[in-house]
């Protein structure tokens, strides 16, 4: 019998308590072992809750009991997460965690830790929710070299985003609805402006590459920006807009983003709606795949964390060689990066202007929307900035989906 303490009884503990409870004889035939629920960490009390005799307040509890053998770590944010974790670590006790905040900041040093003790530090929940995203790319996928990888990696925005373009909602109408309806927190910066997004592509990155890269150092733009006129103009390319996280590489170079993007039609990312989340893969020989699946939510998440503790189990006394160092991989500068611009200018900004500017460009109208509105020809990221600056006028620009 395995004994497990999970760490946190919000959503996601809850959620894995539940799915360790009700799938207890698949799990167990699975893991070659029974997995039992022993203690449960947080700081309340739930009197009408069959699991509250299980409950403590003080980690001690559970750092001094010799019989929990595996640690989930469901609290988020990085403290007191990370201490906890480190020390499970450190005495030679397995993590599973669903903490995309903790793994992103902190990964590399608690994986070599887990080399060291020779247990392990898995993360299958903290990118993608349900999806089997990390472990395909670290085994499936090992005899290739990934070189890109694009995801819509934030279920709360592509929700957001669907009900714009479906419905023609404003985004603080839209907005409201999503936190009525449980997808968005009350302060909801986190998902709006991108960092969520950030935080996954970076440990998706730092994975591929086997270096760390610091989410701080990605280029991240949120969707608060983005209103009704954007997806009239997408409609008219016959484009929707995603918020999509991407890391490429290119002249062996990493480049990474998170940006709305004007995807075209028959684009595979274009048809991901509602709360859903895809990840585009890219790999030197096994060439395009794509994961989809419920990106978040209590149930799917708590499963992905399960089959991180299954893993566990199986490998107990074995460490799983993740090859993620603490070596700083340094990104390449966007300013060189190749695209297409979507760009919205005041009505009054004549059009020798803007070509004499951006050069050639696809002038776009809408009916009812008095702008000059056009797509650049290719150029990079620092050429379309510089000619922005000179115009001036910029009402908004949204990047096109370029190879």
């Known amino acids: 019998m395995i004994n497990v303490a999970v760490l946190g009884y919000g959503t996601i503990g809850s959620?894995?308590?539940?799915?360790?409870?009700?799938?207890?004889?698949?799990?167990?035939?699975?893991?070659?072992?029974?997995?039992?629920?022993?203690?449960?960490?947080?700081?309340?009390?739930?009197?009408?809750?069959?699991?509250?005799?299980?409950?403590?307040?003080?980690?001690?509890?559970?750092?001094?009991?010799?019989?929990?053998?595996?640690?989930?770590?469901?609290?988020?944010?990085?403290?007191?997460?990370?201490?906890?974790?480190?020390?499970?670590?450190?005495q030679g006790r397995s993590v599973a965690t669903s903490n995309k905040e903790l793994v992103a900041k902190h990964g590399?040093?608690?994986?070599?830790?887990?080399?060291?003790?020779?247990?392990?530090?898995?993360?299958?929940?903290?990118?993608?929710?349900?999806?089997?995203?990390?472990?395909?790319?670290?085994?499936?996928?090992?005899?290739?070299?990934i070189e890109e990888i694009t995801g819509i990696l934030n279920g709360t925005t592509n929700y957001m985003l669907t009900k714009m373009n479906e419905?023609?909602?404003?985004?603080?109408?839209?907005?409201?609805e999503a936190q009525e309806k449980g997808y968005a927190e009350l302060h909801p910066e986190a998902d709006?402006?991108?960092?969520?997004?950030?935080?996954?592509?970076?440990?998706?990155?730092?994975?591929?590459?086997?270096?760390?890269?610091?989410?701080?150092?990605?280029?991240?733009?949120?969707?608060s920006q983005i209103n009704a006129d954007d997806f009239r103009y997408a409609k008219a390319l016959n484009c929707g807009i995603k918020l999509l996280a991407r890391s490429w590489k290119k002249d062996d170079v990493f480049y990474a983003m998170v940006a709305p993007i004007m995807v075209e039609h028959n684009h595979p990312l274009y048809s991901i709606r509602?709360?859903?989340?895809?990840?585009?893969?890219?790999?030197?020989?096994?060439?395009?795949?794509?994961?989809?699946?419920?990106?978040a939510g209590m149930l799917p998440t708590a499963s992905a964390v399960v089959s991180d503790v299954v893993e566990s189990v199986h490998d107990h006394?074995?460490?799983?060689?993740?090859f993620w160092s603490s070596e700083k991989l340094k990104l390449g500068s966007l300013a060189r990066c190749e695209g297409r611009f979507f760009v919205r200018m005041d009505k009054d900004v004549s059009k020798e202007v803007i070509e004499e500017a951006f050069g050639r460009v696809e002038y776009v109208s809408v009916e009812g929307i008095e702008e000059v509105a056009f797509v650049t020809d290719?150029?990079?990221?620092?050429?379309?900035?510089?000619?922005?600056?000179?115009?001036?006028?910029?009402?908004?620009?949204?990047?096109?989906?370029?190879?």
């Open 192 to 223: 709006v402006e991108g960092y969520d997004a950030c935080r996954k592509i970076a440990i998706l990155t730092s994975l591929v590459t086997g270096k760390q890269v610091d989410f701080e150092d990605i280029h991240t733009e949120g969707i």
């Open 274 to 295: 509602d709360v859903f989340n895809a990840v585009h893969v890219h790999g030197n020989m096994v060439g395009d795949i794509m994961f989809y699946g419920r990106g």
């Open 15 to 90: 959620g894995v308590v539940k799915v360790l409870q009700t799938n207890v004889e698949s799990i167990a035939r699975n893991a070659g072992e029974e997995i039992v629920v022993k203690r449960i960490l947080d700081l309340r009390d739930f009197p009408d809750d069959p699991n509250n005799k299980l409950v403590v307040h003080d980690y001690k509890m559970i750092e001094e009991d010799e019989d929990i053998q595996i640690v989930v770590e469901c609290m988020g944010g990085i403290r007191p997460a990370y201490t906890f974790v480190k020390t499970a670590l450190e």
């Open 317 to 322: 006394n074995v460490n799983q060689r993740l």
């Open 167 to 176: 419905e023609g909602l404003a985004f603080d109408d839209v907005l409201k």
């Open 108 to 145: 590399a040093e608690l994986i070599a830790i887990a080399r060291e003790k020779n247990c392990n530090f898995l993360f299958e929940a903290s990118v993608g929710g349900g999806i089997p995203l990390i472990r395909p790319l670290n085994s499936s996928l090992c005899g290739d070299v």
């Open 378 to 403: 290719v150029m990079t990221e620092g050429a379309y900035y510089q000619a922005a600056g000179t115009v001036g006028h910029v009402i908004g620009m949204i990047r096109m989906n370029h190879k």
